[in-house]
């Protein structure tokens, strides 16, 4: 799914992923644990069917297509 990306999504993608990575290894001194990162990170990145923008596709699931996305980088 990620090679599917164009190169400029791909390259947010990844720097989002370093980025909440880095701000989750600081998380004994900033106090954002996994919960709090989610809790402040994902309304901003999940929409509801109401929210979605005319250039997204209502059909595909948007909390799919970012557990699909996270997954990849979990290694």
């Known amino acids: 799914m990620l090679q599917q ?3 400029h999504h791909h390259n947010n993608l990844r720097y989002l992923i370093k980025f909440l990575r880095e701000l989750w290894s600081r998380s004994h001194t900033n106090k954002m644990t ?5 809790l402040v990170v994902t309304p901003n990145l999940i929409w509801g069917p109401d929210q979605l923008g005319a250039s997204v596709d209502p059909n595909m699931s948007t909390l799919g297509r970012n557990r699909s996305l996270t997954a990849d980088y979990r290694t």
């Not at 996994?34 to 989610?38: T, V």
């Open 5 to 7: 990306l164009p190169t």
């Open 34 to 38: 996994l919960r709090n990162i989610a």
